[in-house]
């Protein structure tokens, strides 16, 4: 887990390296121990009074297209960049009105072991037309428990941040000062 000074170091470069204009509010990071996710968000396009949703639809979807090209070459080198200094990949994603479009993101593995009656429940996912896979049926499982348990996952995840300082203040963090009144009274 990132330290929340390594966080707080990590979101203000990305905010200063994100070039002026591109988005229209501060961008919205978000970190884990492989990604680093960058999702702002772009003007809507302007249109007519009375536009159809299809036509808002193909309006946004063309704006979040222009962008993406524009921007491209920069998101990689910004990408390269903090990859090289934050050891993390990074994803880009926009938001233009209500919808959020990912340009890429890191699908990571991860390893479980499950039992009979686990794995039975995957099973059944798919062959309920719900995922294509175990492994798309976990994914549908994480985001259900996510989406039912924002508030709990949120005090937990403040535990967490909470038990970092609490490390960080502990009796290592003055060690080096333990040790030289050590020596001291010993050479006395």
Request: net charge negative.
């Amino acid at each position: 887990m990132i330290t929340e000074k390594g966080q707080q170091e990590l979101r203000g470069w990305i905010a200063g390296r994100l070039p002026e204009g591109w988005f229209t509010e501060l961008a919205e990071v978000v970190i884990d121990r492989e990604e680093i996710t960058v999702i702002g968000r772009i003007a809507e396009p302007e249109l007519p009074p009375g536009a159809t949703e299809t036509e808002r639809r193909a309006a946004i979807e063309g704006r979040v297209t222009e962008f993406r090209e524009r921007t491209r070459m920069s998101r990689v080198e910004i990408a390269r960049e903090a990859n090289i200094r934050f050891r993390r990949q990074v994803s880009w994603g926009v938001r233009c009105g209500e919808n959020l479009t990912m340009f890429t993101h890191l699908s990571a593995p991860v390893m479980s072991r499950l039992r009979q009656s686990e794995r039975m429940v995957l099973d059944t996912l798919i062959a309920g037309g719900v995922a294509r896979s175990r492994s798309d049926a976990l994914a549908w499982c994480v985001r259900l428990v996510a989406q039912n348990t924002d508030d709990w996952l949120a005090n937990l995840r403040d535990s967490l941040i909470q038990v970092q300082r609490v490390r960080e203040a502990g009796p290592d963090a003055g060690s080096q000062d333990l040790t030289l009144e050590l020596q001291l009274e010993d050479q006395k």
